[in-house]
């Protein structure tokens, strides 16, 4: 199969264009011209994020390139997700060595292309350049009115809640790299993170978030991230985080301390939020499923609480 020098990069990107599926009506123009234009946005504003991922430190040998392509969009969608923004086009830049074939390219593209698709949205520009192996995406999303989450609203005495369940990605990184194929669950979850921007909107629209962010580095940044932009401290119960169902198995198996994996590794990209107690009601109105981990609190900096074990909550390890 020819490769990125044969083919050179305008015959890529004609070759690309039929993979980016159009699906809104709001995109006005799309791929092919020299910028997007995206009409349809009720309030008038834009939210954006921009995001890379390299082929060095996020493909692992056994990924394949469709995975990369969902991977290098869904970490963008994730950062719409935290804001509670409806995703509404993405843009990607691909800088891949020459030497790299043209179906794996493709096959890259396919890849976004699909988690456009979950996303409700479409690739509506971009660019491919030959490169050290970089794919940079843009994701571009509406608030429809609402008011956006930041991670600098958490109050003393507000619930810290999540979504979704913890330390399945790194359970699957483990399994994957120990060729544990048997659990496929955990490996599913780390080689195709989903953004979460169905269960955003529904928190963005309940009214009762004071802050938010996804767990894309892990669960303790999340927590010190939010605590730092708030000047708030948490106290997060160890017993009521929802640990993924093989993670424990795993973690055993490949003699990994439960705890750090859990708390301190990332590409889970679930939401970590704090929320007022006397709102809870407007969350369960919204049907959105999520676990409360524990409470704000007045000090400076997370602490993770079993029994009669509390421990600062430190930085992620990947």
């Known amino acids: ?9 305008r015959a890529l990107i004609q070759h690309m264009r039929p993979i980016f599926r159009s699906r809104s009506d709001r995109t006005l123009v799309g791929p092919g011209d020299d910028a997007a234009v995206i009409g349809g946005l009720s309030d008038g504003k834009i939210v954006a994020t921009t995001d890379a ?21 869904a970490v963008n969608f994730s950062d719409l997700a935290a804001m509670g923004a409806r995703p509404v086009g993405l843009l990607s830049s691909m800088c891949m060595p020459d030497g790299m074939e043209e179906g794996d390219l493709l096959d890259i593209a396919s890849g ?7 996303c409700e949205t479409e690739v509506v520009g971009g660019d491919t350049k030959p490169g050290p192996g970089i794919v940079t995406a843009t994701a571009l999303g ?10 600098s609203g958490a109050r003393p005495g507000d619930i810290v809640a999540v979504t979704g369940r913890l330390g399945s990605a790194a359970a699957g990184f483990l399994a994957s790299e120990k060729g544990m194929d048997e659990y496929e669950d955990s490996i599913f979850s780390f080689m195709v993170p989903v ?17 938010c962010m996804d767990l894309s580095d892990g669960l303790g940044n999340a927590c010190r991230t939010i605590c730092e932009r708030s000047h708030v401290g948490m106290d997060i119960e160890w017993e009521f985080l929802p640990v993924g169902e093989e993670v424990e198995e795993i973690c055993g198996l490949c003699r990994r301390d439960l705890k750090e ?17 006397a709102k809870i009601q407007n969350l369960y109105d919204s049907g959105l499923a ?14 993770l609480c079993d029994g009669d074990q509390r421990s600062e909550m430190q930085d992620g390890l990947y």
């Open 112 to 118: 976004m292309d699909q988690c456009c698709e979950f």
């Open 290 to 303: 999520f676990s409360i981990i524990g409470v704000v609190t007045n000090e400076s900096s997370p602490h």
């Open 53 to 73: 991922v390299s082929v060095e430190r996020h493909k692992t040998a056994r990924m394949s390139w469709e995975r990369f392509g969902w991977t290098a969009a």
């Open 195 to 211: 953004p979460r921007w169905e269960e955003g909107i529904k928190l963005s629209a309940s009214g009762a978030v004071s802050s």
């Open 1 to 9: 199969m020819a490769t990125l020098k044969e083919v050179g990069e």
């Open 142 to 151: 509406s608030l429809e009115g609402r008011a956006p989450m930041v991670r």
């Open 261 to 277: 994996t859990v708390v301190r590794w990332g590409g889970d990209y679930e939401l970590l939020f704090t929320f007022d107690k």
